[in-house]
């Protein structure tokens, strides 16, 4: 019988062997997975794992200074690196869906090989992959599948010249939530809903500028938060709010305000190839409007998607 106690016992004696002294880089997303890999490999190999978080401005509100704080509290080598300058300006002027993803992707790749070659002698190249993402053509995580597409013409990046060790490889996401209680990792981190690699990039349909990532990071922050408050966080599969590229006619005093309107989303799922929309309360929906209506400014109306996939897509773009 599959137990998460065997499975690290196991997992940690083999990585031992494979590796030995050898240094391993990986990259930290902030999601379940990669930290869980980087928890096993560190029991495994200790300070020879090293690791790296890019923030890539598109991050949650306050996620990147909360999560590498997070990671150094679990003993993690962790190198923090703040480019979301690079990122905004490889996006600027982009508002296809599939070239937002290719640019992020493709910056991505060079911060991380930029990041990689600080660390000196380093053999291998740790990923947080599990067993969906080695089936299904689209990866939920990260930018896997930009990352032929962008390096195929000048040669691959040096760091994916590495040899690749992938300790979830076999696992579901379940296990892998498992495995990370087993491993004494937070709880509030391992049920972190299922974000996107592109991030808020997504999620601001058309072009990105700072002002919008600011705006949509305030209002998502508005919407999880009151998730939590009223308990419905655990409930609900994945959770965001979407910044469209409308603007509406709104009332404040006496004066019109001609101002931006957001979406929220949340759906139920299992592994995200199908979902339906959450039935959230409308004390909720009433309570978390008003407090973005008047929180936000620049924003002066909220609607609720209530599009179920398929046809709809969880993401709007
Ligand atoms: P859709 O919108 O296709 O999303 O119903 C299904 C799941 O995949 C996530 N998603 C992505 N994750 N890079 C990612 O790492 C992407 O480009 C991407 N697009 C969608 C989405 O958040 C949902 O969990």
Request: glycine letters at 8%; charged letters at 25%; aromatic letters at 8%.
């Amino acid at each position: 019988d599959w137990t998460p106690a065997a499975f690290v016992e196991e997992t940690v004696d083999m990585l031992k062997e494979k590796i030995g002294d050898g240094k391993v880089i990986l990259g930290l997303s902030g999601g379940v997975d990669s930290t869980v890999a980087a928890v096993l490999l560190h029991k495994a190999i200790g300070k020879n794992l090293y690791c790296i978080f890019v923030n890539n401005g598109l991050l949650r509100k306050n996620e990147f200074e909360d999560v590498l704080d997070q990671y150094k509290h679990m003993g993690l080598n962790v190198h923090g690196v703040d480019a979301s300058a690079r990122f905004l300006e490889a996006l600027k002027g982009e508002s296809d869906p599939e070239a937002k993803r290719k640019a992020i992707g493709g910056m991505f790749i060079d911060v991380f090989d930029d990041e990689a070659h600080r660390v000196e002698d380093v053999d291998w190249l740790a990923q947080g992959t599990i067993y969906p993402d080695v089936i299904e053509s689209v990866s939920v995580n990260g930018p896997s599948v930009t990352i032929k597409s962008h390096h195929n013409v000048g040669g691959l990046p040096d760091f994916m010249k590495l040899k690749v060790v992938e300790p979830l490889k076999m696992l579901f996401k379940d296990e892998v939530r498992r495995v990370g209680a087993e491993l004494g990792i937070d709880k509030k981190l391992l049920g972190r809903h299922p974000f996107p690699g592109p991030g808020l990039a997504i999620r601001i349909l058309g072009d990105i500028t700072a002002e919008k990532v600011r705006i949509l990071q305030e209002v998502d922050h508005i919407f999880i938060e009151g998730l939590r408050k009223w308990d419905l966080y655990d409930k609900v599969w994945q959770a965001g709010a979407i910044l469209l590229p409308v603007q509406s006619v709104g009332v404040m005093g006496d004066e019109r305000t001609y101002e931006q309107v957001v979406a929220l989303r949340a759906v139920e799922s299992t592994d995200g190839m199908t979902a339906d929309w959450v039935n959230l309360p409308y004390e909720f929906l009433q309570e978390t409007s008003n407090n973005i209506i008047n929180r936000v400014k620049g924003v002066n109306r909220v609607v609720y998607d209530i599009s179920s996939k398929p046809p709809a897509t969880i993401e709007w773009e």
